[in-house]
């Protein structure tokens, strides 16, 4: 399978500390996304990283991307209560679609 | 600017019964639609896609069908529901030839199927 794998499946940690995920994958990308879920929700795109890219920040965000190793981590600082959800990385290997390929996502838990 | 409207967004249904739920994309023309399924604690598998009206491609066979009847209307059906069918849908689209994949997600409907 293709499907990018995350890790941890779930955690938890206190308000103000940083959170940080991972996610493998198997074959080479065009690009690499991760979305967030809130319980019952869409998914909602945060950031994307392109297989040429290293490390991208968007406000207390940060991912970066290893392709030698096939994997990329998802890190966001100073959390909030408010970033409880799910969090999804998702694979880009092209195609005229742009097909994604998700993982089954680490639930985040942020206790204030 | 672009919205995505899905519906309904919970569905209890009898084992056997037809089933038939909607996504329409406003503010953006010749959008890729695709159908996902969300089973409980897993990712997002990937049912149907399609790049223009009645171009419709399936990842997986199964008890469903889509239909794609106007350029911004992506439809998901199924004439005899299983309870194998339960789970989380969500309708996404994606601006086409912009291969880098982005999709932009409805809010989901859940389907109970008793």
């Known amino acids: 399978s293709q499907q990018g794998e995350e890790d941890p499946q779930a955690l938890s940690i206190q308000e103000g500390e940083n959170a940080t995920m991972n996610c493998s994958y198997k074959t080479s990308i065009n690009n690499l996304q991760w979305y967030r879920q809130n319980s019952g929700r869409g998914l909602v795109h945060l950031i994307l990283i392109r297989s040429n890219e290293r490390e991208k920040h968007s406000g207390r965000l940060r991912v970066t991307l290893d392709t030698s190793k096939k994997s990329s981590s998802l890190l966001i600082t100073a959390s909030r209560a408010a970033d409880t959800a799910s969090y999804f990385c998702a694979t880009n290997y092209g195609g005229s679609q742009g097909n994604l390929i998700f993982g089954k996502g680490t639930k985040l838990s942020v206790k204030p | 600017s672009q919205t995505i409207h899905q519906w309904p967004a919970t569905l209890v249904q009898p084992v056997g019964s037809p089933l038939s739920l909607e996504c329409t994309v406003e503010?953006?023309?010749?959008?890729?639609l695709y159908w996902y399924r969300q089973a409980a604690g897993r990712g997002l598998q990937l049912l149907f896609y399609s790049v223009g009206i009645g171009q419709i491609s399936s990842e997986v066979p199964q008890n469903l069908s889509a239909s794609r009847p106007q350029d911004r209307q992506f439809i998901l059906s199924s004439k005899k529901l299983l309870l194998s069918d339960s789970g989380f849908y969500l309708c996404?689209?994606?601006?086409?030839?912009?291969?880098?994949?982005?999709?932009?997600f409805g809010e989901g409907s859940r389907l109970t199927v008793l």
């Open positions: 503010g953006t023309s010749n959008p890729n």
């Open positions: 996404a689209w994606s601006v086409q030839g912009a291969n880098t994949g982005e999709l932009f």
